[in-house]
Structures are given as C-alpha cells and as structure tokens.
C-alpha cells in the first residue's frame, strides 16, 4: 500500500532572513519562501496608470522576480494552506494583495497574516487565525504608489528640459528639498540683532557662590538693546545692594518619553550614535528580523516589534513584563501607582506597536556578545526608552530667589533631582539637576554680596541647519510623509544632489536651488506642506474606508494636468543655468580647470571639457581628492563559478577570497584566520569566522570533514574536572567548560580577556 503523501503548509514573506527564523519555529510541516519584496510593480517603459478609467494601474510583474514568481507557484500547487504572511503594514498589506493575485488567491479568502513581532508564540498565534487582505489598506497603498508615479513621470521629463538631465520628481522629495533649501535662505538672509544681558556672580555663605540673572523691575521685564543701557543698570546696582524680595519653593516632576515609534527612534539614534535614518532602519530591521542569540536565548529570533509604526500603543503582556522587570530590577518605589500610557498623534497608524523589545528576558548585556556593535546600540537604546517609559516620573525640588537691588529685579534658579525615577534606566541628556542645593538656606529680606556684575554682549542667532534627526521632526510634526518614507526620502534627495551632507548637517545644493525655485513658481501645489499634508490625509481616510481611490486620484490629477499644460507652454523661458563652481584642481589629460558637480556618491570633480574629456575625480568632504583604494591582492586560484581569476580583498571583518570579474561575478569566499589553538576533536588548527550578523565564531580548519564550532574562543587549556575544553567567554573575562554537565570555570589570564 502506497503511503500518502504529506501536504505542507506554505509561508511567503518578504525577507529571506526572516524566512528562515520562522522556518525554525513553524517546524517541518510547514515552508517558508522569501518574495524579496514586491514582484510587481508599475512598467518603468510607460505611466502604467489609465487616467481615463478611473486610475487603473497596469502591473507588471518585476524584472528579475520571473523564476522566483514560477518557484512560488510550484510551491503554492502542492501546498495545503497557503498563508500570506508580509511585513504589518499598508506596503506589506498590497505585497499580500499581489502575491494573491499572481497565486490565484481571491483577497477575501483568509490567507493573510501578520507578524508584529517575530517570537514563536506571536507567529504560531497568529498562523492559527488568518485572515481576508484588508483592501482598505491595499488601495491605500496603490493610491501613493499611483500619485508618485504621475507626478515623478510627468514632473521629471520636465525638470530634464529645463534644468538637468536625470532629475526626479516627488511629491514628499520635493516638499523635503524645499525645506532644506528654504532654511538655508533663512539663514543667509539672517542679520544678527544686538541685544545685552546682566549676570551677577553673589556670595551665598559657606564659600558657595550664586549666578544672578538681570529681569527688569516692578513692570515687568526688561529688553536691553544697548550696552550703554546695560552699563547704566549695571553702575546703580553697583551701589546698591542685593536684597531678596521673595523665594518661592516647589516640587516638579518630570515625565519619561513614551516608548519609540519610528521617526523618533531615528531621530535618537541620529543624536546618540550619528546613524543615518537608513543605517537606523537596516539596523531595526535586522533586529525585528531575527538574529541568532545561541542555544542559550532560544537560538534565532526577533527580539524588536515592526520598526514602521507611528504608533505609541503597547500591549497588555508587553506593560505586564515591564512591570515586573522593574520592580525586581529597580525597586517597587519606582514602579508608577498606575500604569503609564501614550496616546499616539491624530493620524497615527494603529495597526500595531510602538518599537519595543519582544521580551524582557533578553536583557542587553546579556545578548550583547551576539549583536553587533551597531545592533546592540539600537537595541539597548530601545530596551532603555521602553523600560523608562513605563516608570515613575522624576522629581526635583526647585527654589526660585527673587532680588531687588535700587528697584531693579534679578532672579536665581535651582531644580535639584531628588528622586531619580526612569532617569535611572534612560537619561535624556539633559541636564538632571544641581547635586545639591545652595539657594534653599535663602530667606527673604537677605542681603547677599555681589563679588561682580558683568554686562554682557549678545546677538540672536539663525535657525540652525537641518541634520536628519530635525528634518525628520520637522517631517513629522507637518505631516509630510509616513514613517516608512523618511529615509527613503532623505536618501532620494541625496542621490538626486539637490542636498548634501557637510558631516551631520544636510545642505542644500545650488541645484536644489534652482528646481526648489522652478517648482515654486510652476508647480506650487507640489511643494506645498499643506497639500502634502493633506494627501496623506486623505490616504488615511482610504485605509480606513472613509474615501475612495478613485475620487483622491480624480480630485489631484484635474488641477495637475491643467498646470502641467500651463508650464508646458512656457518651458522655453523657465530654463535654468546652473552656476559652474570651479575647483582648484588641474585636469591631467587636456589642462582644463576642473569643476565641482555633484552626484549620487557625493561631490566630485569633472573636466569642463566633456563629452570629449571625461576624466573625474571623487572628492572627500574636505574638497580634496579621495585616495584610490589599495590594489586588491592577486593569487593562483579560479572562481569556481566562472573561471575568472581569484584576488584577496579586504573589509572591516578582516580578508577574503572574492572573483576578479565582480559584479559580474559576485563569488566570495572567507579567508578563516588561524588563532593558534588546535581543535579538540581532530587536532587541526581552529580558525577565526564571523556569521552572518558578524559575530565572531570559531571552527575547525577541515570543516567539513570536522564539524567542531563555537561560538567563543577556544584555548589549549583541558578543565581540571572533566578533561573538556576550556573556552574564553565573551566579555565576561572568564573562561569555562565547553562540557554542558559541568560548570568549571576560572579567571581568563588578562591576554585573553580582550576577546
């Protein structure tokens, strides 16, 4: 009798990584696929959007996806269940909707599921109730994917004719540009205003000294637009004195913030580490993802909820073990009588979490040796923000002193921390308060010394430039754009050159400039905050089904295609001339000055002569040239996918063995680094690796004929109890046995505590 064959349940996500982390918890019943994000998309040939019907939007499957389409659907034919299972937001939802669609699912059948968080009982909770693709979010998503390709089709060609070839169009990339660039006017048109202050330094007894501040007088304050003003204040007070006229005490607290969501995690991480937003979400992605903890933390596992979310909403569960975890670790005194909670922003996207750790189990020290450098920072700072958010405010005791000196009014000011509260697990960098008190022995009717009086001269300074943590708040506060666009956005504009980075500073370029202008004066609904505000309004209302796509797309496009014909008639006399800046460098092929340009890496400098010159440069961010990259190192070997010869390259995690004909070839192979230990399975050298999140793992060289592996460094010492291996742990500065029934361990000599 022929066995019957076991049908298995298919999983299509979008992240291969990701993949293979649910893979491991659903176990062999079922089968998870990667779609590697969307597979289809608008044609890059034409609009692909019928205008005159309404706004249906012609598919085609991506270029490139056609094998892994097919493999889809071989999987899909002999699955039992078939579960749709792409990231928890409006891009995922419509990713759902088109893997539907190319798989012959009908949206209403209860296919789809979403994963906030990618722990095991998450997944298999949520595998137990799928359900229908929510179309409300579907046409949300189509409706912005639609609006950005009329604008960037119809917008770019004639940006082309009229400033640059190459240029692109956008409706949050061009209010965006127009943010930086109308801040650097700001700036430039900025004329400083004079303006004076007082300060005078008096004795407060037991060799303590106080900073008094210049207010005004009976009436009220006083603006001071002279120093001859100043100095007239100044020279009476001198012969008075300084008499306190009141003294008022109170208690302030101060509440935490509320956990992350995403515009606020990338505007700390921006603060705290200099990441970029797209640093910050590959990072947070990586993180929500899955990476690999070891046996001892359940191996390979999320250990973030879905960093995309405007949301501060947290779970029951999530506030419970928080709870917990601070009374043990902290105190119950620092646990609030009642529970803290946040309401997120009119608009907000509540379809899941705000960015918080999946367990709090999985302190940050304690996982640290499995992240990397710049995961543990993200995760850490996350971890931090979550647990504050949770806890008691902190409080301070202030004294504000009042002095009277001929009638003039100064005042002094100290706020002194007197419970710490969620400064203990998260500190704002702030400033937390005076140690100790020196104004709270004051009373009133007190004369205390003046040591000095100083007028002091002042001026108003500019708005200061955007960096990414700024602009994004600006973004945010505006509502420009949804958190899954800002660092798409900022990168966009980047490439594009119409802004670049001086170190952490974003800058406006005189191409951003001059198509900002051309905008402005041609296409004004475009690079309006308002109306960009406004649309994504209105792509709310359609994800909650309170409008339609097709009365959104019909309300935009009248009003667009009639400016675009007006601007069309008048191209001729919108062009631009971009302004030429000259280098300082020689062009060594024909003699030329070379002129600065910028590009999507960067600056760089380009002979004028082109097309007949093409020579170029790359520049640093000092306007010099950028050193050649060292030679890679050449050997004997061949790729053994192509032939090509084989070279030695270089990276931050040491050498490696990579194809002479890449990107053609993309082969690579590890060159594993001998640490001078033998293997105590097979007596071969025991190399050096880094895994797949870079951390560093340690095997034998005859892999695969040995399979010994650890994940920290082994030594050539034998544990005296058992004759096992003894291996450094990392970070711990102890070694111990690599045997798990026994729990031998000694101090790791200081020349191997590093590791």
Same mark, same amino acid.
């Given at each position: 009798?022929?066995?019957?064959?076991?049908?298995?349940?298919?999983?299509?996500?979008?992240?291969?990584?990701?993949?293979?982390?649910?893979?491991?918890?659903?176990?062999?019943?079922?089968?998870?696929?990667?779609?590697?994000?969307?597979?289809?998309?608008?044609?890059?040939?034409?609009?692909?959007?019928?205008?005159?019907?309404?706004?249906?939007?012609?598919?085609?499957?991506?270029?490139?996806?056609?094998?892994?389409?097919?493999?889809?659907?071989?999987?899909?034919?002999?699955?039992?269940?078939?579960?749709?299972?792409?990231?928890?937001?409006?891009?995922?939802?419509?990713?759902?909707?088109?893997?539907?669609?190319?798989?012959?699912?009908?949206?209403?059948?209860?296919?789809?599921?979403?994963?906030?968080?990618?722990?095991?009982?998450?997944?298999?909770?949520?595998?137990?109730?799928?359900?229908?693709?929510?179309?409300?979010?579907?046409?949300?998503?189509?409706?912005?994917?639609?609006?950005?390709?009329?604008?960037?089709?119809?917008?770019?060609?004639?940006?082309?004719?009229?400033?640059?070839?190459?240029?692109?169009?956008?409706?949050?990339?061009?209010?965006?540009?127009?943010?930086?660039?109308?801040?650097?006017?700001?700036?430039?048109?900025?004329?400083?205003?004079?303006?004076?202050?007082?300060?005078?330094?008096?004795?407060?007894?037991?060799?303590?000294?106080?900073?008094?501040?210049?207010?005004?007088?009976?009436?009220?304050?006083?603006?001071?637009?002279?120093?001859?003003?100043?100095?007239?204040?100044?020279?009476?007070?001198?012969?008075?004195?300084?008499?306190?006229?009141?003294?008022?005490?109170?208690?302030?607290?101060?509440?935490?913030?509320?956990?992350?969501?995403?515009?606020?995690?990338?505007?700390?991480?921006?603060?705290?580490?200099?990441? #970029?937003?797209?640093?910050?979400?590959?990072?947070?992605?990586?993180?929500?993802?899955?990476?690999?903890?070891?046996?001892?933390?359940?191996?390979?596992?999320?250990?973030?909820?879905?960093?995309?979310?405007?949301?501060?909403?947290?779970?029951?569960?999530?506030?419970?073990?928080?709870?917990?975890?601070?009374?043990?670790?902290?105190?119950?005194?620092?646990?609030?009588?009642?529970?803290?909670?946040?309401?997120?922003?009119?608009?907000?996207?509540?379809?899941?979490?705000?960015?918080?750790?999946?367990?709090?189990?999985?302190?940050?020290?304690?996982?640290?040796?499995?992240?990397?450098?710049?995961?543990?920072?993200?995760?850490?700072?996350?971890?931090?923000?979550?647990?504050?958010?949770?806890?008691?405010?902190?409080?301070?005791?202030?004294?504000?002193?009042?002095?009277?000196?001929?009638?003039?009014?100064?005042?002094?000011?100290?706020?002194?921390?007197?419970?710490?509260?969620?400064?203990?697990?998260?500190?704002?960098?702030?400033?937390?308060?005076?140690?100790?008190?020196?104004?709270?022995?004051?009373?009133?009717?007190?004369?205390?010394?003046?040591?000095?009086?100083?007028?002091?001269?002042?001026?108003?300074?500019?708005?200061?430039?955007?960096?990414?943590?700024?602009?994004?708040?600006?973004?945010?506060?505006?509502?420009?754009?949804?958190?899954?666009?800002?660092?798409?956005?900022?990168?966009?504009?980047?490439?594009?050159?119409?802004?670049?980075?001086?170190?952490?500073?974003?800058?406006?370029?005189?191409?951003?400039?001059?198509?900002?202008?051309?905008?402005?004066?041609?296409?004004?609904?475009?690079?309006?905050?308002?109306?960009?505000?406004?649309?994504?309004?209105?792509?709310?209302?359609?994800?909650?089904?309170?409008?339609?796509?097709?009365?959104?797309?019909?309300?935009?496009?009248?009003?667009?295609?009639?400016?675009?014909?007006?601007?069309?008639? #008048?191209?001729?006399?919108?062009?631009?001339?971009?302004?030429?800046?000259?280098?300082?460098?020689?062009?060594?092929?024909?003699?030329?000055?070379?002129?600065?340009?910028?590009?999507?890496?960067?600056?760089?400098?380009?002979?004028?002569?082109?097309?007949?010159?093409?020579?170029?440069?790359?520049?640093?961010?000092?306007?010099?040239?950028?050193?050649?990259?060292?030679?890679?190192?050449?050997?004997?070997?061949?790729?053994?996918?192509?032939?090509?010869?084989?070279?030695?390259?270089?990276?931050?995690?040491?050498?490696?063995?990579?194809?002479?004909?890449?990107?053609?070839?993309?082969?690579?192979?590890?060159?594993?680094?001998?640490?001078?230990?033998?293997?105590?399975?097979?007596?071969?050298?025991?190399?050096?690796?880094?895994?797949?999140? #870079?951390?560093a793992f340690y095997s034998c060289s005859d892999y695969p004929k040995c399979d010994f592996s650890v994940?920290?460094?082994?030594?050539?010492?034998?544990?005296?109890?058992?004759?096992?291996?003894?291996?450094?742990?990392?970070?711990?500065?102890?070694?111990?046995?690599?045997?798990?029934?026994?729990?031998?361990?000694?101090?790791?000599?200081?020349?191997?505590?590093?590791?």
């Amino acid at each position: 009798m022929q066995e019957n064959k076991k049908n298995v349940n298919l999983v299509i996500v979008e992240s291969p990584a990701k993949a293979a982390t649910i893979n491991s918890y659903l176990g062999s019943g079922y089968k998870v696929i990667a779609s590697k994000g969307h597979v289809r998309d608008l044609p890059k040939s034409s609009l692909g959007v019928d205008t005159e019907h309404g706004f249906k939007a012609k598919y085609i499957n991506i270029q490139g996806k056609s094998a892994l389409i097919s493999e889809m659907k071989k999987e899909a034919k002999g699955a039992d269940k078939i579960y749709l299972a792409t990231d928890p937001d409006r891009e995922g939802e419509a990713i759902s909707w088109h893997l539907a669609t190319v798989l012959g699912i009908a949206p209403e059948e209860a296919n789809r599921v979403a994963f906030n968080e990618i722990t095991q009982n998450t997944i298999k909770a949520e595998i137990e109730h799928p359900r229908a693709i929510d179309m409300n979010l579907v046409n949300s998503q189509q409706a912005r994917r639609v609006l950005d390709r009329i604008v960037g089709y119809k917008l770019s060609p004639y940006l082309w004719k009229t400033v640059k070839s190459g240029l692109s169009a956008g409706r949050v990339q061009s209010v965006a540009t127009r943010i930086i660039v109308e801040r650097e006017a700001e700036i430039e048109k900025f004329v400083p205003k004079e303006f004076w202050t007082i300060e005078a330094i008096l004795s407060l007894g037991r060799n303590q000294k106080g900073k008094a501040k210049f207010f005004g007088d009976a009436n009220g304050k006083i603006e001071l637009a002279t120093g001859d003003a100043a100095q007239k204040i100044v020279d009476a007070c001198r012969a008075g004195e300084f008499r306190v006229s009141g003294v008022k005490k109170s208690k302030k607290s101060k509440s935490p913030e509320p956990p992350f969501e995403t515009s606020t995690l990338q505007q700390a991480a921006s603060k705290r580490f200099g990441f #970029h937003s797209k640093r910050t979400m590959k990072v947070a992605q990586e993180l929500y993802e899955g990476v690999n903890l070891g046996p001892a933390h359940g191996g390979v596992h999320g250990v973030i909820t879905y960093m995309r979310t405007d949301s501060l909403r947290i779970s029951d569960e999530a506030a419970a073990a928080a709870e917990k975890l601070i009374k043990e670790k902290y105190g119950a005194e620092f646990y609030p009588s009642k529970r803290k909670t946040y309401k997120s922003k009119s608009g907000a996207q509540d379809a899941h979490e705000a960015i918080r750790p999946v367990s709090m189990e999985l302190l940050p020290e304690e996982i640290r040796p499995f992240l990397t450098a710049d995961q543990y920072k993200l995760y850490k700072l996350i971890w931090d923000r979550f647990v504050a958010s949770q806890m008691k405010n902190a409080e301070y005791d202030a004294v504000e002193v009042e002095l009277d000196n001929v009638g003039y009014l100064f005042k002094m000011s100290e706020s002194i921390l007197i419970f710490k509260g969620y400064r203990v697990a998260y500190s704002d960098d702030e400033d937390a308060g005076d140690k100790s008190s020196k104004l709270r022995g004051i009373s009133e009717g007190d004369v205390l010394p003046c040591e000095e009086i100083t007028p002091i001269q002042n001026f108003t300074e500019p708005p200061p430039h955007f960096d990414e943590a700024s602009l994004i708040k600006f973004l945010k506060e505006k509502g420009i754009g949804r958190p899954s666009t800002y660092a798409p956005t900022i990168t966009t504009i980047l490439e594009r050159g119409y802004i670049e980075r001086d170190k952490k500073l974003l800058l406006a370029t005189p191409l951003g400039k001059a198509t900002v202008e051309l905008m402005k004066k041609n296409f004004p609904e475009i690079v309006d905050y308002k109306f960009t505000a406004n649309m994504e309004t209105e792509l709310d209302e359609i994800a909650r089904g309170d409008n339609t796509f097709e009365h959104v797309l019909e309300d935009f496009y009248g009003d667009f295609e009639k400016t675009l014909e007006r601007a069309q008639e #008048h191209i001729g006399e919108n062009k631009v001339a971009l302004p030429v800046e000259e280098s300082d460098l020689i062009c060594e092929k024909c003699g030329r000055r070379m002129i600065i340009k910028t590009g999507r890496f960067g600056k760089f400098a380009a002979c004028p002569g082109y097309p007949e010159c093409k020579n170029t440069k790359p520049l640093d961010a000092s306007g010099g040239v950028k050193k050649e990259k060292e030679a890679p190192e050449k050997t004997d070997l061949k790729c053994e996918l192509c032939g090509g010869d084989i070279v030695i390259r270089k990276s931050r995690y040491g050498k490696f063995y990579a194809c002479s004909n890449f990107p053609k070839c993309k082969y690579t192979k590890p060159i594993r680094e001998e640490i001078g230990v033998s293997c105590p399975k097979c007596g071969a050298p025991v190399v050096k690796g880094f895994g797949k999140n #870079h951390t560093a793992f340690y095997s034998c060289s005859d892999y695969p004929k040995c399979d010994f592996s650890v994940w920290d460094m082994p030594t050539e010492k034998n544990c005296p109890v058992c004759g096992s291996r003894l291996l450094v742990k990392k970070g711990k500065g102890y070694l111990y046995c690599m045997n798990k029934d026994c729990s031998y361990k000694e101090d790791a000599p200081e020349s191997e505590k590093k590791e």
